[in-house]
T-cell receptor
C-alpha cells in the first residue's frame, strides 16, 4: 500500500521557538494532505487541509498564523508550529488520501515543548 | 457542521466474543466510510472501508453500511486481546474526511 512518512518522529523544543514537521507521500502524489493533532486519550482533531499550490484551509479555532502550512509539491507538506508553548505539546499526524479517499497516515510526530 | 458520532466506550468483551462498534454520520454527501484501529501512541491503521449499502466481510471483520439511516458499524468476531485498541470511524467525500471520537475496546482474556 501507499506510504506516508513524517519527520521528525519526535522533537523537544523550548518555549518560544518554532518547529517544522514534514509530511511526505513516498509513492504517490497527493494534492491534498490533512494535518491532525491528538492529545493523550483523545481522538484525532483535524487542524487543517493542505492543498498543493494554494492556501491551506484551517478548521475553526485553529490559528493559521501559529500553525503555518506549506504544500510546496505533490509529495510534501510541512507544518510549522511557530512560537511554540507547552500547550502545543501533542501528537501531530498527517494523512494523504488516494483517489478512493482512503487515508494513508504518517507515523506521527510527538512534540514536547518545555 | 459535519459530524461523525461514536460511543466513546469503553467497550469490554471477553475473548472469543463478538464486538460491535457503531457510528453515525450527519453529512449525506459522504461517499466512503472507513474503520481505523489505533493503538496507544501510534497512528491509525486502516481496517476496512465500505462504499455501498450492505455488509462487507474481511476475515474476522464485517463492516455494515446503511446510508438511509446514516449508520456504519463494525463487527469483530472471535475477539482477541490483540484487538484491544481505539477504533475510529471516518466518513469522507471529495477531499474531506471526518473522524469520530473513537471507541475504546478492551478484549479480556
Amino acid at each position: 500500500g501507499a506510504v506516508v512518512s513524517q519527520h521528525p518522529s519526535w522533537v523537544i523544543c523550548k518555549s518560544g521557538t518554532s518547529v517544522k514537521i514534514e509530511c511526505r507521500s513516498l509513492d504517490f502524489q497527493a494534492t491534498t494532505m490533512f494535518w491532525y493533532r491528538q492529545f493523550p486519550k483523545q481522538s484525532l482533531m483535524l487542524m487543517a487541509t493542505s492543498n498543493e499550490g494554494s492556501k491551506a484551509t484551517y478548521e475553526q479555532g485553529v490559528e493559521k498564523d501559529k500553525f503555518l502550512i506549506n504544500h510546496a509539491s505533490l509529495t510534501l507538506s510541512t507544518l510549522t508550529v511557530t512560537s511554540a508553548h507547552p500547550e502545543d505539546s501533542s501528537f501531530y499526524i498527517c494523512s494523504a488520501p488516494d483517489r478512493f479517499y482512503e487515508q494513508y497516515f504518517g507515523p506521527g510526530t510527538r512534540l514536547t515543548v518545555t | 457542521q459535519k459530524e461523525v458520532e461514536q460511543n466513546s466506550g469503553p467497550l469490554s468483551v471477553p475473548e472469543g466474543a463478538i464486538a460491535s462498534l457503531n457510528c453515525t454520520y450527519s453529512d449525506r454527501g459522504s461517499q466512503s466510510f472507513f474503520w481505523y484501529r489505533q493503538y496507544s501512541g501510534k497512528s491509525p491503521e486502516l481496517i476496512m472501508f465500505i462504499y455501498s449499502n450492505g455488509d462487507k466481510e474481511d476475515g474476522r471483520f464485517t463492516a455494515q453500511l446503511n446510508k438511509a439511516s446514516q449508520y456504519v458499524s463494525l463487527l469483530i468476531r472471535d475477539s482477541q486481546p490483540s484487538d484491544s485498541a481505539t477504533y475510529l470511524c471516518a466518513a469522507g467525500g471529495n477531499n474531506d474526511m471526518r473522524f469520530g471520537a473513537g471507541t475504546r475496546l478492551t478484549v479480556k482474556p
